[in-house]
């Protein structure tokens, strides 16, 4: 059974830094894309941050480019999001998400590009 964990969200004034966490398991091959995507109540599931489990090719959100850094750590299909200079509207449900299982890939920063999603960490960035 595939499994999705977040963690490391939570509150922080503008201009600080969070680092979140995240575990795929339930399968062992590490050739995923690995991704973070982030949804304020009302609006779209935006994607933030992925990484390609082959090759370690990563890809950013203009909103983020330069601010947040994606890493993985492929023997344990963990990834991490370090996020700096957080702004208040980077405030959102964060959502960590593994291409493992789709049969369509329509980008590594498409919603509709994956399966198996964890349960969200909250991060509030207040002003």
């Known amino acids: 059974q595939v499994q999705v964990v977040e963690s490391g969200g939570g509150s922080v004034q503008a201009g600080g830094s969070l680092r979140l966490s995240c575990e795929a398991s339930g399968y062992t091959e590490t050739n995923y894309w690995l991704t973070w995507f982030r949804q304020v109540p009302g609006g779209e599931r935006e994607g933030v941050a992925a990484v390609a489990g082959r090759g370690g090719a990563t890809v950013y959100s203009d909103s983020v480019k330069g601010r947040f850094t994606i890493s993985a750590d492929s023997a344990k299909n963990a990834v991490y999001l370090q996020m700096r200079s957080l702004k208040p509207s980077d405030t959102a449900m964060y959502y960590c998400?593994?291409?493992?299982?789709?049969?369509?890939?329509?980008?590594?920063?498409?919603?509709?590009?994956?399966?198996?999603w964890g349960q969200g960490t909250q991060v509030i960035v207040s002003s």
């Open positions: 998400t593994t291409s493992y299982g789709t049969s369509s890939f329509q980008g590594p920063l498409d919603q509709r590009s994956y399966k198996y």
